[in-house]
């Protein structure tokens, strides 16, 4: 018999509202775009999630397969749900706090259905204000991909973009793999960092977060083979080949 997976999220604060879950993933990458994604999700999902032996948590704690089955799932099921993308340059001219609070605001603006109440992942958020100028109700939540189903249904969301994104990124321009951008998703981890050091940065890596931040691309000491070397002319046109929003 297949291992029932247990639930124990709060489905919602108040029944008779509409609430909206927004979360992010990638905030703290040195390569790629930011994902932001909001959900809302009927009243008795809980009762959804447990007949179909879905496993809805915070994203980082569940595995790529467990992910994939539960976006399908979400995406099936929810009332709405909006993903957002921040690529890499806009964080780099505007930075990643700012960028990341528009975003949620713009999965909001997008949303098919108006919420009642905001329920925000993390301690940050602008007040909203709709259409008609009318503020709509948030609450920050610190670790609010592991309290309500919507946060956390807004993580996965988040989570399994940035992961397509960076696929897709590797896919069309297979130089990038040097990066291991697969496995570490765009973190800092020791063998990216190692090939940053050793190969420096692609247009793509975030020029203002760390170990990015003042890197200069020395051509003298660089092959094509080694190298990304794009011209900034072309850069809006590459950015748009690996969004996975491309029409």
């Known amino acids: 018999m297949k291992e029932k997976k247990i639930n124990i999220l709060k489905p919602y604060q108040n029944p008779h509202l509409i609430e909206m879950g927004i979360d992010e993933a990638g905030r703290g990458c040195l390569f790629g775009s930011l994902f932001v994604a909001s959900v809302i999700?009927?009243?008795h999902f809980q009762q959804l999630i447990?007949?179909?032996n879905i496993m809805i948590r915070?994203?980082?704690k569940m595995s790529k397969k467990r992910r994939i089955e539960s976006q399908a799932f979400i995406?099936?099921?929810a009332l709405a749900y909006t993903i957002q993308e921040i690529n890499s340059y806009e964080i780099d001219q505007e930075n990643i706090l700012k960028c990341t609070l528009n975003g949620m605001h713009q999965v909001v603006f997008k949303?098919?259905?108006k919420p009642d109440k905001i329920l925000v992942d993390g301690n940050k958020f602008n007040p909203y204000y709709d259409e008609e100028n009318n503020q709509i109700h948030h609450e920050c939540v610190i670790g609010g991909d592991n309290?309500?189903?919507s946060i956390a249904c807004?993580?996965?969301l988040a989570k399994t973009a940035k992961d397509e994104?960076?696929?897709k990124c590797v896919q069309e321009f297979p130089d990038l793999e040097k990066y291991d951008l697969v496995n570490n998703s765009g973190y800092g981890t020791k063998k990216h960092i190692e090939a940053i050091q050793k190969y420096g940065i692609s247009d793509f890596h975030r020029k203002t977060f760390g170990i990015c931040n003042g890197i200069m691309k020395k051509k003298d000491k660089k092959t094509e083979k080694e190298v990304l070397e794009f011209h900034k002319d072309d850069l809006d046109k590459i950015i748009q080949n690996c969004s996975i929003f491309k029409t």
């Open 41 to 43: 999700l009927p009243n």
């Open 50 to 52: 447990e007949e179909n």
């Open 58 to 60: 915070d994203s980082k």
């Open 75 to 77: 995406k099936e099921h």
């Open 111 to 113: 949303s098919k259905i």
């Open 147 to 149: 309290s309500y189903l």
């Open 154 to 156: 807004a993580s996965i």
């Open 165 to 167: 994104y960076i696929k």
